[in-house]
């Protein structure tokens, strides 16, 4: 099946009197509140699904289920699904001059980065990995897909935290990572001015215990940083016993010569 044809297709036919870029807001932002939901069971995640779902009729929603089930299916492989519909409708470079970076290109990327994290996963119970600027995905899914490749399972030895200002990216981002099962924190802000609106946690994040993980890390870390600063201290000790002892010797060879004066 071609599943970005057949997605765009479904995309179309949902309201001809609505924008594409509207309808494909529309379906992520009921999509991403959908996966959420039954890990945070929010009023207000229930409130935002119900202010869009009210404006499309009982049959345009039948497509938006439709186009769900692609989105699943699609994501067996590994790709950003959500990037090339985006791309495919122009939807970043009509109004944002959004452009993504080619999938093949973050593959790349990412087995450039992922070099030596198997030696990295023999000190750490995972390794987490930062992306600033997230878009819709790719590079991070590319990134896991690589970990997968080394015969590495992502879903327990990989956290991400994703940041994206615009919000169909955040959506899209979150929605592509929770269904691919990657643990991570998915964030709408800013991250050149640390301002940030929303945070959604993949499943993954929950059902892998990640909350607990990252406890853990954190507790080590300190744990680690409190025996640097105690052998510090005891260095310091030591030197300033040295300093001492050899002024003392000092004082005494000094006394030594005084005495042979008088």
């Known amino acids: 099946m071609d599943y ?3 997605f765009n297709k479904l995309l179309q036919e949902v309201d001809y009197s609505k924008s594409i870029s509207q309808k494909f807001n529309d379906f992520l932002t009921m999509t991403a ?6 890990f945070y069971r929010s009023d207000e995640f229930e409130d935002k699904y119900l202010d869009v779902a009210k404006n499309y009729k009982k049959e ?3 497509n938006f289920s439709e186009m769900f089930t692609i989105v ?8 950003d699904f959500l990037g090339q519909i985006f791309s495919t409708n122009a939807m970043g470079a009509s109004y944002t001059g959004q452009f993504f970076t080619p999938y ?8 450039i980065l992922n070099v030596d994290v198997k030696e990295k996963l023999k000190h750490k119970n995972f390794i987490t990995l930062s992306e600033p600027c997230v ?26 935290e994703a940041v994206d200002i615009d919000d ?29 609106q929303e945070v959604l946690y993949t499943p993954m994040f929950f059902i892998n215990s990640f909350d607990y993980k990252l406890k853990l890390m954190q507790d080590e870390l300190v744990a ?7 052998a510090e201290f005891a260095d310091k000790i030591i030197e300033i016993t040295e300093v001492k002892k050899e002024s003392f010797i000092e004082e005494i060879r000094l006394k030594d010569i005084q005495l042979r004066l008088f």
């Open 104 to 111: 093949h290109v973050s593959k790349l990327m990412a087995e």
């Open 60 to 62: 345009q929603h039948n």
């Open 4 to 6: 970005l044809r057949e």
């Open 135 to 160: 878009g819709s995905g790719g590079m991070v899914i590319a990134f896991a897909q690589t970990m997968q490749e080394q015969g590495l399972n992502y879903q327990d030895k990989l956290y991400v």
């Open 33 to 38: 509140y959908s996966i959420a939901q039954p």
């Open 72 to 79: 699943i299916d699609a994501l067996e492989v590994p790709q």
């Open 168 to 196: 169909i990216c955040y959506k899209m981002a979150y929605i592509q990572l929770s269904l691919l099962g990657i643990p991570a924190k998915v964030i709408k802000g800013d991250s050149l001015n640390l301002k940030f």
């Open 224 to 230: 680690g940083q409190k025996i640097n600063k105690e």
